[in-house]
């Protein structure tokens, strides 16, 4: 509740005009039976025609007023809730990028994204909701009660037997329907991540056939979703039928004995009659409005609580001060570093110490979960060591600001990302201000220019999400390229020419080595031809470092790197 007051302290003159209006359109609604009742006993039943014209005038007057009433505050009401249900998720999604990469691996992206969308789109109706019908509706319902005693108070006692009956029934299921609510949007985290994965991995899915597996999983999924919510619905349906029974049984009252009060000198008389029955009806329609604007506000506290336990979250990484404007080197030391992912039972990295002079080539190789991409991600600090110390240019990296170390440390990942938009849009991400002659030289160093000349529209190639209109291996030449631009001072290669061939590797590894830049790079491979001429290369085993030197010295000292030449190249043969 806290989170949604603070994000409607900007709108404090809407959060009064909403209501204030619907206020007197409330006024404007418990006048009209009083109308009704004049039409029907002074009008009608003297056969005073203008009288009755006049009146009906009148009618269309409130409606009219009434209207314009609802419209402003329908005005007011949106305008705060889509203002700071805005505000809101961009400070969410703000938040939600100082995250280190371990505290976004445990939260999951699911329940990110259905904080995002479906928890602030709750809020957001919650909020809208709020302000048009939270004061309304008790207005109607208690102004109602208090008409009837100036229209019959010989029949208004009816109304105060009727009205604690329904507010029991209606907050009795509310209070019951609560918790069932939190616990729905809870297993929507489920549902959301579910058909997330089954999406972003669809071309695995269809290459091993495995569509009606994912079918039945995401089934089962959202058949438990599903019998959470048609539970929670059948109990919170109860509220309709039982609130008509009891307004109904009210109005049958209202007949039944103003029947037999009718014709008796201090009797009811057609219009007082028709007047009771119709407050009777408007505590029916806003009972039913309070009680769903009560379970929408419910929701949206409950969705509340759950972004601001996200924003509550601390980033990971505490920021250092910025770097110096100018570098004197780029050099990189590690120092007794170990590694321990949050949760996880053993190191993935251990006591690694080594030093990259500015401008040395690191090769980086091992076996599968080794710790390449471990060691490269604790450069530009993804993660934090657990034990040791990480420097660049001599300074510990928990001394930088993090937005200046990743100026000063360009990566590329093993997965090839392209974002939506041309392939200039893609580079410009590298260095916003790069002229065309720096994206050609970029695209020339990468291997991507041929490819990129062909297209007709050049640099404003498009691009569709994720790069689907380019192959695997131009997909890993783009983001290489977008590295490039950049022009840092360590640049990182996690495996990402793993889809080239062996003629556009080697020509991208001796364009990276003839850099007008000179950057201290960092490539992680699977091939030793791909790293055979590195100045330094460390061979990673389980999480240790089992070897580093030049290519000739650890084939003959590492067993490990031996192991994996020969593999690659029979009997012995050189890259």
């Known amino acids: 509740m806290k989170l949604i007051l603070h994000y409607l302290q900007k709108y404090k003159k809407e959060c009064v005009v909403a209501p204030l209006f619907k206020l007197l359109e409330a006024c404007f609604d418990l006048c ?54 805005a505000k809101l998720r961009h400070d969410l999604f703000a938040h939600l990028q100082t995250f280190s990469h371990e505290q976004t691996d445990k939260m999951g992206t699911a329940t990110m994204i259905t904080r995002m969308t479906s928890d602030t789109n709750q809020i957001q109706s919650g909020i809208n909701l709020a302000l048009r019908l939270l004061l309304r509706s008790p207005i109607i319902v208690f102004g109602a009660m208090i008409m009837a005693f100036f229209v019959k108070p010989s029949l208004a006692w009816i109304f105060a037997v009727i009205i604690p009956l329904l507010s029991v029934v209606v907050f009795t299921i509310i209070l019951a329907g609560i918790p069932l609510y939190k616990k729905v949007q809870a297993k929507l985290d489920a549902v959301t991540g579910k058909t997330r994965e089954t999406l972003k991995g669809v071309r695995v899915v269809r290459a091993f056939s495995m569509q009606e597996r994912e079918v039945e999983e995401f089934s089962e999924v959202n058949r438990a979703q599903t019998a959470l919510q048609n539970f929670t619905g059948r109990v919170t349906a109860l509220m309709n039928p039982l609130t008509f029974i009891l307004v109904n049984g009210g109005i049958v009252a209202l007949v039944w004995f103003g029947a037999q009060q009718f014709g008796l000198p201090e009797g009811v008389t057609r219009g007082e009659l028709i007047a009771l029955v119709s407050y009777m009806s408007q505590i029916l329609v806003e009972l039913v409005k309070l009680a769903n604007t009560i379970i929408s506000i419910t929701k949206a506290v409950a969705c509340g609580s759950r972004i601001q336990a996200v924003m509550d979250v601390d980033a990971g990484m505490p920021r250092g001060e910025a770097a110096p404007d100018t570098l004197d080197g780029s050099s990189v030391k590690f120092e007794n570093v170990t590694l321990t992912y949050q949760g996880a039972g053993a190191p993935s990295l251990q006591s690694i110490s080594f030093t990259a002079r500015p401008g040395m080539t690191v090769g980086i190789i091992g076996g599968t979960g080794s710790g390449k991409s471990s060691l490269v991600n604790l450069i530009p600090r993804f993660y934090d060591a657990t034990e040791g110390h990480v420097f660049v240019d001599g300074k510990d990296v928990k001394c930088y600001d993090p937005v200046t170390l990743r ?68 997909r890993q030449r783009l983001t290489i390229a977008r590295a490039l631009v950049a022009q840092s001072p360590v640049l990182i290669l996690d495996d990402s020419a793993s889809a080239l061939d062996f003629a556009t590797d080697a020509a991208l590894r001796r364009a990276l080595k003839s850099l007008p830049h000179s950057p201290t790079t960092f490539i992680v491979s699977q091939r030793t031809a791909s790293i055979a001429h590195a100045d330094l290369i460390l061979v990673l085993e389980d999480g240790a470092l089992v070897g580093q030197g030049t290519h000739d010295a650890l084939l003959s000292s590492c067993a490990v790197y031996r192991e994996i030449y020969d593999s690659q190249f029979k009997g012995g043969q050189g890259a």
């Open 32 to 85: 009209v039976p009083l109308v009704v009742a004049a039409i029907v006993d002074k009008g009608i039943a003297s056969g005073d025609t203008p009288y009755v014209w006049r009146m009906f005038g009148l009618l269309v007057l409130l409606a009219a007023v009434g209207l314009s009433c609802t419209l402003v505050a329908q005005y007011f009401a949106a305008r705060a809730a889509v203002g700071s249900a």
């Open 407 to 474: 100026d000063i440390v360009v990566t590329v990942p093993q997965k090839a990302v392209l974002v939506s938009g041309t392939v200039r849009s893609n580079l410009l991400w590298g260095n916003e201000n790069a002229t065309d002659e720096q994206l050609w030289a970029a695209l020339d160093a990468a291997q991507a220019k041929e490819f990129v000349e062909q297209k007709p529209e050049g640099l404003d190639a498009p691009v569709t999400q994720n790069g689907s209109n380019f192959s695997g291996g131009q």
